[in-house]
């Protein structure tokens, strides 16, 4: 029986990315005077290095201006990623990253329903905070059972770390919950620690191989080409037919 719902929180929650981490990791190269910027098409990229400050190191090889030694390096993409997850909780806080169409609804139905939901993340904790905050009211915390960050697990997607030490917190075995993912090493993460996982692609992740998923699609605001497919009549995907998936798991048998 379905216990829980794990949710991922970047490009999940919201679309984050684009509009969020990497607006702020050009507005944090601009204040301290460092001449590269990151497109949109460039972050796209660069989001198959997991981690705000993974992403900055792995990036800083392609320059020739980025400091020579390790520690420099280092200690740079720290003060970097600190300014970055400031601009990003600014971001926030002006209203403009909103929550991906569904995911207030699904929420609202797991708490009906009392369906355990706990967050699953490798991005840092003061982003998730300044998110659900803005979206969820100063109260948000006690909406999720569990809220595991970078902090906690710092060994990012595709690690199975962060599930592992939600499903630990929840005391659950990974047959008894799901987790909901938009990207590649989000969805590796999820099935590595033995959950099933439901995939809404998002702007960055639009289409990858993803067989093993529960489910895939684009919105969980709408029941349009959902593999496999949606219950007829129903507007969106909801607690009942995310059950229904389940039900059908091998992973939840
Ligand atoms: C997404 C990530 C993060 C964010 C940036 O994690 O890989 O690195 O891009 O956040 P998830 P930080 O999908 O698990 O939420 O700068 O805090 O790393
Ligand atoms: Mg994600």
């Known amino acids: 029986m379905l216990q829980a719902l794990l949710w991922d929180v970047d490009g999940t929650l919201g679309e984050t990315e684009r509009d969020g981490h990497r607006v702020a990791f050009n507005q944090a190269f601009e204040s301290l005077d460092v001449p590269w910027r990151w497109s949109e098409a460039y972050y796209g990229e660069l989001l198959s290095v997991?981690?705000?400050r993974e992403r900055l190191?792995?990036?800083?090889q392609r320059h020739s201006d980025a400091p020579s030694d390790e520690s420099a390096r280092r200690t740079l993409a720290e003060q970097l990623h600190r300014l970055k997850n400031a601009h990003?909780?600014?971001i926030v806080r002006e209203g403009r990253?909103?929550?991906?169409?569904g995911v207030a609804e699904l929420m609202s139905d797991c708490e009906r329903a009392g369906l355990r939901m706990g967050i699953a993340t490798t991005?840092?904790?003061s982003n998730v905070t300044a998110l659900l905050e803005?979206?969820?009211?100063?109260?948000?915390?006690?909406r999720f059972v569990t809220v595991v960050c970078a902090e906690e697990a710092p060994k990012k997607k595709p690690d199975p770390q962060v599930y592992q030490m939600a499903l630990a917190s929840l005391r659950l075995h990974a047959h008894e919950a799901v987790a909901i993912e938009d990207s590649p090493a989000g969805m590796q993460a999820a099935l590595s620690a033995g959950l099933p996982v439901i995939v809404t692609h998002s702007g960055y992740f639009p289409a990858f191989r993803s067989d093993a998923a529960l489910a895939v699609g684009s919105s969980l605001a709408q029941t349009e080409g959902w593999r496999p497919r949606a219950a007829a009549g129903a507007?969106?995907?909801d607690l009942s037919q995310i059950t229904a998936w389940f039900e059908r798991s091998?992973?939840?048998q």
């Open 250 to 252: 091998p992973r939840a």
């Open 134 to 142: 803005q979206h969820l009211g100063p109260k948000w915390h006690s």
């Open 97 to 101: 990253l909103p929550l991906r169409p």
């Open 235 to 237: 507007e969106r995907i």
């Open 88 to 90: 990003y909780a600014r």
């Open 123 to 125: 991005t840092s904790r």
């Open 50 to 52: 997991t981690g705000g």
């Open 57 to 60: 190191l792995h990036d800083m």
